[in-house]
Protein backbone atom coordinates (compact mmCIF):
# COMPACT_ATOMS: atom_id res chain seq x y z
CA UNK A 1 0.00 0.00 0.00
CA UNK A 2 1.13 3.72 -0.81
CA UNK A 3 1.17 6.35 1.58
CA UNK A 4 -0.82 9.05 0.93
CA UNK A 5 1.60 11.27 2.04
CA UNK A 6 4.05 10.48 -0.52
CA UNK A 7 1.33 10.80 -3.58
CA UNK A 8 1.39 14.45 -2.42
CA UNK A 9 5.12 14.54 -1.69
CA UNK A 10 6.34 13.05 -4.42
CA UNK A 11 3.64 13.49 -6.91
CA UNK A 12 5.93 12.79 -10.12
CA UNK A 13 6.35 9.74 -8.96
CA UNK A 14 2.84 8.33 -8.87
CA UNK A 15 1.51 10.30 -11.64
CA UNK A 16 -0.46 7.58 -14.38
CA UNK A 17 1.04 4.55 -11.78
CA UNK A 18 -1.16 2.12 -10.78
CA UNK A 19 -1.27 2.17 -6.90
CA UNK A 20 -3.21 0.62 -3.69
CA UNK A 21 -4.29 2.37 -1.15
CA UNK A 22 -6.12 1.71 2.28
CA UNK A 23 -7.77 4.00 4.58
CA UNK A 24 -11.27 5.08 5.99
CA UNK A 25 -13.65 6.44 3.96
CA UNK A 26 -14.09 10.48 4.77
CA UNK A 27 -17.43 10.89 2.63
CA UNK A 28 -18.95 9.12 -0.67
CA UNK A 29 -21.32 10.85 -3.02
CA UNK A 30 -22.58 8.63 -5.78
CA UNK A 31 -25.08 9.10 -8.93
CA UNK A 32 -26.19 5.63 -10.95
CA UNK A 33 -23.16 5.18 -13.12
CA UNK A 34 -20.16 6.72 -10.94
CA UNK A 35 -19.31 8.24 -7.60
CA UNK A 36 -16.78 9.59 -5.73
CA UNK A 37 -14.99 8.39 -2.34
CA UNK A 38 -12.78 10.30 0.05
CA UNK A 39 -10.13 8.40 1.52
CA UNK A 40 -7.57 9.29 4.16
CA UNK A 41 -5.24 7.01 5.49
CA UNK A 42 -3.56 8.77 8.31
CA UNK A 43 -0.65 9.45 6.97
CA UNK A 44 -1.64 12.88 5.46
CA UNK A 45 -4.10 14.80 6.71
CA UNK A 46 -5.15 15.71 2.82
CA UNK A 47 -7.33 12.93 1.77
CA UNK A 48 -7.39 11.37 -1.39
CA UNK A 49 -10.59 11.26 -3.97
CA UNK A 50 -10.96 8.26 -5.52
CA UNK A 51 -13.63 8.15 -8.85
CA UNK A 52 -15.05 4.72 -8.99
CA UNK A 53 -18.12 3.95 -11.96
CA UNK A 54 -20.62 0.82 -12.42
CA UNK A 55 -17.76 -1.32 -14.21
CA UNK A 56 -16.68 -2.36 -10.81
CA UNK A 57 -18.84 -5.55 -9.62
CA UNK A 58 -19.35 -4.58 -6.53
CA UNK A 59 -20.79 -0.97 -7.83
CA UNK A 60 -23.70 -0.93 -5.98
CA UNK A 61 -21.88 -2.14 -2.65
CA UNK A 62 -19.31 0.35 -2.86
CA UNK A 63 -22.51 3.15 -3.66
CA UNK A 64 -23.99 2.53 -0.20
CA UNK A 65 -20.72 2.73 1.96
CA UNK A 66 -20.99 4.34 5.38
CA UNK A 67 -18.11 7.34 6.62
CA UNK A 68 -15.69 5.86 8.56
CA UNK A 69 -15.67 2.02 6.65
CA UNK A 70 -11.77 0.92 5.63
CA UNK A 71 -11.43 0.34 2.14
CA UNK A 72 -8.50 -0.80 0.36
CA UNK A 73 -8.73 1.00 -3.74
CA UNK A 74 -6.43 0.06 -6.48
CA UNK A 75 -6.29 2.21 -9.67
CA UNK A 76 -4.13 4.86 -11.68
CA UNK A 77 -3.69 8.00 -10.42
CA UNK A 78 -4.10 10.70 -12.46
CA UNK A 79 -3.35 14.58 -12.25
CA UNK A 80 -6.76 16.52 -12.15
CA UNK A 81 -5.66 20.28 -13.15
CA UNK A 82 -8.62 21.66 -12.67
CA UNK A 83 -10.04 20.80 -9.50
CA UNK A 84 -9.06 21.79 -6.13
CA UNK A 85 -7.16 18.71 -5.22
CA UNK A 86 -3.29 18.12 -7.44
CA UNK A 87 -4.94 14.36 -8.35
CA UNK A 88 -7.32 11.75 -7.77
CA UNK A 89 -7.31 7.65 -8.25
CA UNK A 90 -9.35 5.99 -10.63
CA UNK A 91 -10.70 2.92 -9.37
CA UNK A 92 -10.03 -0.46 -10.73
CA UNK A 93 -10.64 -2.02 -7.25
CA UNK A 94 -12.58 -1.00 -4.35
CA UNK A 95 -12.07 -3.71 -1.65
CA UNK A 96 -14.10 -3.62 1.42
CA UNK A 97 -11.92 -4.29 4.37
CA UNK A 98 -14.58 -3.94 7.09
CA UNK A 99 -18.06 -1.62 6.78
CA UNK A 100 -18.98 0.85 9.43
CA UNK A 101 -22.56 1.28 11.07
CA UNK A 102 -24.33 4.07 9.77
CA UNK A 103 -24.40 5.78 13.15
CA UNK A 104 -20.68 6.71 13.21
CA UNK A 105 -20.01 9.84 15.05
CA UNK A 106 -17.41 11.35 12.63
CA UNK A 107 -19.73 12.75 9.78
CA UNK A 108 -18.76 15.25 6.92
CA UNK A 109 -18.77 18.30 8.93
CA UNK A 110 -17.05 20.69 11.51
CA UNK A 111 -16.91 19.17 15.15
CA UNK A 112 -16.50 21.31 18.16
CA UNK A 113 -13.40 20.21 20.16
CA UNK A 114 -15.15 19.92 23.19
CA UNK A 115 -17.54 17.23 20.71
CA UNK A 116 -14.65 15.24 19.57
CA UNK A 117 -13.03 15.08 23.21
CA UNK A 118 -16.21 13.12 24.10
CA UNK A 119 -14.91 10.34 21.59
CA UNK A 120 -11.26 10.35 22.20
CA UNK A 121 -11.02 6.86 20.17
CA UNK A 122 -12.32 8.21 16.97
CA UNK A 123 -11.20 12.20 16.85
CA UNK A 124 -7.25 11.13 15.54
CA UNK A 125 -8.82 10.47 12.58
CA UNK A 126 -9.58 13.93 12.21
CA UNK A 127 -7.43 16.46 10.20
CA UNK A 128 -7.11 18.22 13.02
CA UNK A 129 -6.15 15.76 15.07
CA UNK A 130 -4.09 14.18 13.13
CA UNK A 131 -1.93 16.60 12.55
CA UNK A 132 -1.86 17.37 16.35
CA UNK A 133 -1.13 13.85 17.02
CA UNK A 134 1.80 13.22 14.32
CA UNK A 135 3.33 16.92 15.18
CA UNK A 136 3.28 15.25 19.02
CA UNK A 137 4.98 12.38 17.63
CA UNK A 138 7.30 14.54 15.76
CA UNK A 139 8.46 16.57 18.54
CA UNK A 140 9.19 13.67 21.24
CA UNK A 141 11.75 12.58 18.76
CA UNK A 142 13.55 15.78 18.12
CA UNK A 143 14.10 16.04 21.47
CA UNK A 144 15.63 12.49 21.85
CA UNK A 145 17.41 13.94 18.75
CA UNK A 146 18.39 17.15 20.29
CA UNK A 147 19.91 15.34 23.47
CA UNK A 148 21.19 12.32 22.03
CA UNK A 149 23.19 14.71 19.12
CA UNK A 150 24.59 16.22 22.36
CA UNK A 151 25.70 12.79 24.07
CA UNK A 152 23.05 12.88 26.72
CA UNK A 153 22.18 9.72 28.37
CA UNK A 154 18.56 8.74 28.59
CA UNK A 155 17.82 7.86 32.27
CA UNK A 156 14.39 5.70 32.88
CA UNK A 157 13.20 7.02 36.24
CA UNK A 158 10.76 5.36 38.21
CA UNK A 159 7.17 5.68 38.04
CA UNK A 160 6.52 4.87 42.04
CA UNK A 161 8.53 6.58 44.17
CA UNK A 162 8.77 7.54 48.64
CA UNK A 163 9.05 10.72 47.71
CA UNK A 164 7.67 14.23 46.71
CA UNK A 165 10.48 15.94 43.97
CA UNK A 166 8.06 19.44 44.35
CA UNK A 167 7.40 19.45 47.58
CA UNK A 168 3.98 20.21 46.48
CA UNK A 169 1.90 17.44 48.12
CA UNK A 170 0.19 17.26 44.88
CA UNK A 171 0.53 13.56 44.83
CA UNK A 172 -1.38 10.14 43.47
CA UNK A 173 -0.67 7.47 46.20
CA UNK A 174 -0.06 4.35 45.08
CA UNK A 175 -1.24 1.24 47.26
CA UNK A 176 -2.53 -2.43 47.29
CA UNK A 177 -4.18 -2.07 51.10
CA UNK A 178 -8.14 -2.54 50.55
CA UNK A 179 -9.39 1.20 51.15
CA UNK A 180 -12.42 -0.42 53.17
CA UNK A 181 -10.10 -1.76 55.42
CA UNK A 182 -7.03 -0.35 56.09
CA UNK A 183 -4.26 -2.16 58.60
CA UNK A 184 -3.90 0.15 61.69
CA UNK A 185 -0.96 0.42 64.08
CA UNK A 186 -1.72 0.63 67.87
CA UNK A 187 -2.12 4.27 68.13
CA UNK A 188 -4.78 4.54 65.27
CA UNK A 189 -2.97 5.28 62.52
CA UNK A 190 -2.32 4.02 58.87
CA UNK A 191 0.28 0.36 58.86
CA UNK A 192 1.40 0.96 55.89
CA UNK A 193 4.06 -1.79 56.83
CA UNK A 194 1.42 -3.40 55.60
CA UNK A 195 1.28 -2.59 52.12
CA UNK A 196 3.24 -3.26 49.07
CA UNK A 197 6.11 -1.28 49.29
CA UNK A 198 6.49 -1.38 53.17
CA UNK A 199 5.76 2.15 53.31
CA UNK A 200 3.66 4.82 51.22
CA UNK A 201 4.61 5.10 48.19
CA UNK A 202 2.66 7.40 45.21
CA UNK A 203 3.31 8.39 41.66
CA UNK A 204 5.96 10.38 40.74
CA UNK A 205 5.50 14.37 40.56
CA UNK A 206 9.07 14.57 38.34
CA UNK A 207 11.89 12.38 37.61
CA UNK A 208 14.30 15.12 38.60
CA UNK A 209 16.10 13.55 41.89
CA UNK A 210 16.83 10.22 40.80
CA UNK A 211 17.90 12.09 37.40
CA UNK A 212 20.31 14.43 39.90
CA UNK A 213 21.88 11.04 40.72
CA UNK A 214 22.83 10.06 37.03
CA UNK A 215 23.52 13.64 36.34
CA UNK A 216 26.43 12.93 39.48
CA UNK A 217 27.47 10.32 37.29
CA UNK A 218 26.96 10.50 33.28
CA UNK A 219 27.88 14.46 33.85
CA UNK A 220 24.89 15.14 31.58
CA UNK A 221 21.50 13.19 31.36
CA UNK A 222 17.94 13.73 30.23
CA UNK A 223 14.43 12.03 31.83
CA UNK A 224 11.38 12.03 29.22
CA UNK A 225 8.40 10.30 31.01
CA UNK A 226 5.16 10.40 32.18
CA UNK A 227 4.32 12.61 35.37
CA UNK A 228 1.31 12.86 37.36
CA UNK A 229 0.03 15.53 39.46
CA UNK A 230 -3.15 15.39 41.40
CA UNK A 231 -3.14 19.65 41.01
CA UNK A 232 -7.02 20.90 41.90
CA UNK A 233 -6.61 23.27 39.05
CA UNK A 234 -9.18 22.79 36.18
CA UNK A 235 -7.27 24.78 33.56
CA UNK A 236 -6.95 24.46 29.50
CA UNK A 237 -2.86 24.02 30.90
CA UNK A 238 -2.95 21.40 33.24
CA UNK A 239 -3.45 17.64 33.00
CA UNK A 240 -2.83 14.99 35.74
CA UNK A 241 -0.60 12.70 33.63
CA UNK A 242 1.41 14.81 31.36
CA UNK A 243 5.20 14.23 30.38
CA UNK A 244 8.27 15.34 31.26
CA UNK A 245 11.42 16.55 29.66
CA UNK A 246 14.22 16.92 32.32
CA UNK A 247 17.49 17.70 31.45
CA UNK A 248 19.93 17.70 34.44
CA UNK A 249 23.60 18.99 33.81
CA UNK A 250 27.10 18.71 35.79
CA UNK A 251 29.46 21.66 36.46
CA UNK A 252 27.17 24.19 34.85
CA UNK A 253 25.02 26.98 36.09
CA UNK A 254 21.44 28.92 36.11
CA UNK A 255 23.01 30.17 32.87
CA UNK A 256 24.53 27.01 31.47
CA UNK A 257 21.13 25.53 32.26
CA UNK A 258 18.99 28.27 30.06
CA UNK A 259 20.86 28.75 27.50
CA UNK A 260 20.16 24.71 27.16
CA UNK A 261 16.75 25.64 27.14
CA UNK A 262 16.74 28.27 24.61
CA UNK A 263 18.64 25.92 22.18
CA UNK A 264 16.34 22.89 22.94
CA UNK A 265 13.04 25.20 22.31
CA UNK A 266 14.44 26.25 19.07
CA UNK A 267 15.94 23.22 18.05
CA UNK A 268 12.52 21.80 18.17
CA UNK A 269 10.85 24.48 16.78
CA UNK A 270 13.53 24.28 13.49
CA UNK A 271 12.99 20.58 13.47
CA UNK A 272 8.62 20.66 12.91
CA UNK A 273 9.05 23.51 10.81
CA UNK A 274 11.44 21.72 8.29
CA UNK A 275 9.70 18.08 8.97
CA UNK A 276 6.30 18.79 8.87
CA UNK A 277 5.53 22.11 6.53
CA UNK A 278 2.21 20.89 5.92
CA UNK A 279 0.64 20.24 9.65
CA UNK A 280 2.33 23.50 10.38
CA UNK A 281 0.12 25.76 7.63
CA UNK A 282 -2.85 23.66 8.71
CA UNK A 283 -2.73 25.04 12.17
CA UNK A 284 -1.32 28.67 11.22
CA UNK A 285 -4.30 28.88 9.04
CA UNK A 286 -7.23 26.95 11.25
CA UNK A 287 -6.35 26.98 14.44
CA UNK A 288 -3.56 30.24 15.16
CA UNK A 289 -2.76 32.44 12.43
CA UNK A 290 0.09 34.36 13.78
CA UNK A 291 1.52 30.68 14.67
CA UNK A 292 4.17 30.89 12.17
CA UNK A 293 4.98 34.31 12.26
CA UNK A 294 5.56 34.04 15.92
CA UNK A 295 7.72 30.98 15.93
CA UNK A 296 9.83 32.23 12.95
CA UNK A 297 10.15 35.18 15.55
CA UNK A 298 11.37 32.84 18.07
CA UNK A 299 14.16 31.34 15.73
CA UNK A 300 15.61 35.06 14.71
CA UNK A 301 15.76 36.65 18.53
CA UNK A 302 16.93 35.99 21.52
CA UNK A 303 15.12 35.05 24.39
CA UNK A 304 14.28 37.88 27.17
CA UNK A 305 15.75 37.63 30.48
CA UNK A 306 14.25 39.50 33.35
CA UNK A 307 14.32 38.65 37.30
CA UNK A 308 11.80 38.10 39.33
CA UNK A 309 12.66 41.06 41.31
CA UNK A 310 12.45 43.08 37.87
CA UNK A 311 9.08 41.72 36.73
CA UNK A 312 7.48 41.94 40.18
CA UNK A 313 8.15 45.91 39.09
CA UNK A 314 7.06 45.74 35.98
CA UNK A 315 3.71 43.77 37.07
CA UNK A 316 3.02 46.06 39.93
CA UNK A 317 2.59 48.89 37.62
CA UNK A 318 -0.14 47.09 35.69
CA UNK A 319 -2.00 45.38 38.42
CA UNK A 320 -5.32 47.21 37.90
CA UNK A 321 -5.65 44.53 34.55
CA UNK A 322 -4.95 41.42 36.85
CA UNK A 323 -7.62 39.49 38.81
CA UNK A 324 -4.92 38.74 41.20
CA UNK A 325 -2.65 41.78 42.44
CA UNK A 326 1.22 40.73 42.22
CA UNK A 327 3.56 42.11 45.19
CA UNK A 328 7.44 40.67 46.02
CA UNK A 329 6.57 37.76 47.20
CA UNK A 330 3.77 36.04 45.47
CA UNK A 331 4.05 33.49 43.17
CA UNK A 332 3.40 34.32 39.63
CA UNK A 333 -0.35 33.61 37.68
CA UNK A 334 -1.04 32.39 34.43
CA UNK A 335 -2.41 35.94 33.95
CA UNK A 336 0.84 37.49 34.70
CA UNK A 337 3.49 35.10 33.32
CA UNK A 338 1.16 35.51 29.40
CA UNK A 339 1.54 39.73 30.45
CA UNK A 340 5.12 39.61 30.12
CA UNK A 341 5.80 37.50 27.21
CA UNK A 342 2.96 38.90 25.58
CA UNK A 343 2.90 42.62 26.13
CA UNK A 344 5.92 43.37 27.86
CA UNK A 345 8.95 40.76 25.60
CA UNK A 346 6.77 39.51 23.16
CA UNK A 347 8.84 36.85 22.60
CA UNK A 348 9.89 33.47 24.95
CA UNK A 349 11.28 35.23 28.38
CA UNK A 350 13.05 33.60 31.31
CA UNK A 351 12.21 34.90 34.69
CA UNK A 352 14.75 33.88 37.51
CA UNK A 353 15.67 34.29 41.30
CA UNK A 354 12.33 33.73 42.68
CA UNK A 355 12.17 33.65 46.12
CA UNK A 356 12.59 30.98 47.95
CA UNK A 357 9.76 30.34 49.79
CA UNK A 358 7.37 30.14 46.53
CA UNK A 359 9.97 27.44 45.26
CA UNK A 360 11.58 23.83 45.78
CA UNK A 361 13.72 22.69 48.91
CA UNK A 362 16.17 21.69 46.61
CA UNK A 363 17.09 25.04 44.73
CA UNK A 364 20.61 26.87 44.94
CA UNK A 365 20.61 29.52 47.52
CA UNK A 366 21.50 32.69 46.42
CA UNK A 367 23.45 35.72 47.83
CA UNK A 368 20.83 37.68 48.98
CA UNK A 369 19.64 34.72 51.37
CA UNK A 370 16.18 35.23 49.89
CA UNK A 371 15.91 33.95 45.97
CA UNK A 372 17.21 31.08 44.66
CA UNK A 373 19.01 30.30 41.81
CA UNK A 374 15.31 29.41 39.66
CA UNK A 375 14.42 29.97 36.14
CA UNK A 376 10.71 29.84 34.65
CA UNK A 377 10.52 29.88 30.86
CA UNK A 378 7.45 31.71 29.94
CA UNK A 379 6.32 31.66 26.42
CA UNK A 380 3.24 33.86 24.57
CA UNK A 381 0.15 31.87 25.10
CA UNK A 382 1.06 29.84 27.36
CA UNK A 383 2.74 31.03 30.12
CA UNK A 384 5.04 28.67 32.13
CA UNK A 385 6.39 25.98 29.87
CA UNK A 386 9.96 25.11 31.57
CA UNK A 387 10.89 25.19 35.29
CA UNK A 388 14.07 24.57 36.22
CA UNK A 389 17.55 25.60 38.41
CA UNK A 390 20.75 25.29 39.97
CA UNK A 391 20.74 22.85 42.32
CA UNK A 392 21.98 23.15 46.07
CA UNK A 393 25.29 21.33 46.01
CA UNK A 394 26.68 22.34 49.81
CA UNK A 395 25.47 19.44 52.08
CA UNK A 396 25.13 21.93 55.10
CA UNK A 397 22.77 24.25 53.35
CA UNK A 398 20.51 21.81 51.82
CA UNK A 399 20.11 19.72 55.48
CA UNK A 400 19.03 23.11 56.58
CA UNK A 401 16.57 24.14 53.75
CA UNK A 402 15.42 20.81 54.30
CA UNK A 403 14.94 20.78 57.90
CA UNK A 404 13.18 24.51 57.99
CA UNK A 405 10.46 22.95 55.60
CA UNK A 406 10.42 19.70 57.74
CA UNK A 407 11.84 17.27 55.14
CA UNK A 408 12.95 13.97 56.78
CA UNK A 409 16.65 13.80 56.39
CA UNK A 410 16.46 9.94 56.20
CA UNK A 411 13.92 10.07 53.56
CA UNK A 412 16.53 11.65 51.53
CA UNK A 413 19.79 10.09 52.12
CA UNK A 414 20.80 9.19 48.56
CA UNK A 415 20.02 12.96 47.43
CA UNK A 416 22.51 13.99 50.23
CA UNK A 417 24.88 11.76 49.85
CA UNK A 418 25.65 13.65 46.22
CA UNK A 419 26.64 16.24 47.95
CA UNK A 420 28.84 14.27 50.67
CA UNK A 421 30.64 12.20 47.30
CA UNK A 422 32.30 14.45 44.94
CA UNK A 423 29.50 17.31 44.92
CA UNK A 424 29.50 19.49 41.74
CA UNK A 425 27.45 22.29 40.37
CA UNK A 426 24.50 21.27 38.57
CA UNK A 427 21.52 22.40 37.14
CA UNK A 428 18.65 21.31 35.04
CA UNK A 429 15.06 21.50 34.23
CA UNK A 430 11.70 20.14 32.76
CA UNK A 431 9.79 20.58 30.11
CA UNK A 432 6.12 20.32 29.84
CA UNK A 433 5.88 18.16 26.72
CA UNK A 434 1.69 19.23 26.71
CA UNK A 435 2.79 22.19 26.77
CA UNK A 436 5.13 22.47 24.13
CA UNK A 437 2.60 20.57 21.90
CA UNK A 438 0.76 23.21 22.19
CA UNK A 439 3.29 26.05 22.04
CA UNK A 440 4.36 24.43 18.58
CA UNK A 441 0.26 24.08 17.21
CA UNK A 442 -1.36 26.76 18.89
CA UNK A 443 -3.84 24.54 20.21
CA UNK A 444 -5.44 26.10 22.88
CA UNK A 445 -6.50 23.23 26.09
CA UNK A 446 -3.99 20.08 26.88
CA UNK A 447 -6.78 18.10 26.79
CA UNK A 448 -6.50 18.26 22.71
CA UNK A 449 -2.80 17.53 22.84
CA UNK A 450 -3.11 14.22 24.73
CA UNK A 451 -4.30 10.91 23.19
CA UNK A 452 -6.13 10.18 26.28
CA UNK A 453 -6.11 12.77 28.82
CA UNK A 454 -6.66 12.77 32.42
CA UNK A 455 -7.62 16.00 33.87
CA UNK A 456 -9.68 16.35 37.41
CA UNK A 457 -13.21 14.32 36.82
CA UNK A 458 -12.42 12.88 33.81
CA UNK A 459 -10.84 9.90 33.19
CA UNK A 460 -11.97 8.37 29.90
CA UNK A 461 -11.11 5.20 28.36
O1 LIG B 1 7.95 23.65 37.28
P1 LIG B 1 7.82 22.19 37.56
O2 LIG B 1 6.96 21.78 38.68
O3 LIG B 1 9.31 21.69 37.75
C1 LIG B 1 9.69 20.44 38.13
O4 LIG B 1 8.97 19.49 38.24
C2 LIG B 1 11.18 20.30 38.28
N1 LIG B 1 11.45 19.08 39.02
C3 LIG B 1 11.82 20.33 36.92
C4 LIG B 1 13.32 20.20 36.98
O5 LIG B 1 13.99 21.15 37.36
N2 LIG B 1 13.87 19.05 36.63
O6 LIG B 1 7.31 21.45 36.25
C5 LIG B 1 8.02 21.55 35.04
C6 LIG B 1 7.08 21.82 33.88
C7 LIG B 1 6.28 23.10 34.00
O7 LIG B 1 7.03 24.22 33.57
C8 LIG B 1 5.11 22.82 33.09
O8 LIG B 1 5.45 23.05 31.74
C9 LIG B 1 4.91 21.33 33.26
O9 LIG B 1 6.10 20.80 33.80
N3 LIG B 1 3.80 21.04 34.18
C10 LIG B 1 2.59 20.61 33.78
N4 LIG B 1 2.11 20.35 32.55
C11 LIG B 1 0.84 19.91 32.47
N5 LIG B 1 0.04 19.69 33.53
C12 LIG B 1 0.47 19.95 34.78
N6 LIG B 1 -0.32 19.71 35.83
C13 LIG B 1 1.81 20.42 34.94
N7 LIG B 1 2.57 20.75 36.01
C14 LIG B 1 3.77 21.12 35.52
MG1 LIG C 1 7.05 25.42 37.86
Request: charged letters at 25%; a negative charge; proline letters at 4%.
Amino acid sequence: LTNIRDLFRDKEMYLDKEISVGGWVRSVRGSKTFGFIVVNDGTFFEPLQVVYGDHLENFAEISKLNVGAAIIVTGKLVATPDAKQPFEIQADKVEIEGASAPDYPLQKKRHSFEYLRTISHLRPRTNTFEAVFRVRSLIAYAIHKFFQERDFVYVHTPLITGSDCEGAGEMFQVTTMDLNNVPKTDDGSVDFTQDFFGKPTNLTVSGQLNGETYAMAFKNIYTFGPTFRAENSNTTRHAAEFWMIEPEIAFADLKDDMVLAESMLKYVIRYVLEHAPEEMEFFNKFVDKGLLDRLNHVLNSDFGHVTYTEAIEILEKNNDKFDYKVFWGADLQTEHERYLTEEIFKRPVFVTDYPKEIKAFYMKLNEDGKTVAAMDCLVPGIGEIIGGSQREDDYDKLLERMKELGLKAEDYDFYLDLRKYGSARHAGFGLGFERCVMYLTGMGNIRDVIPFPRTVNNCEL
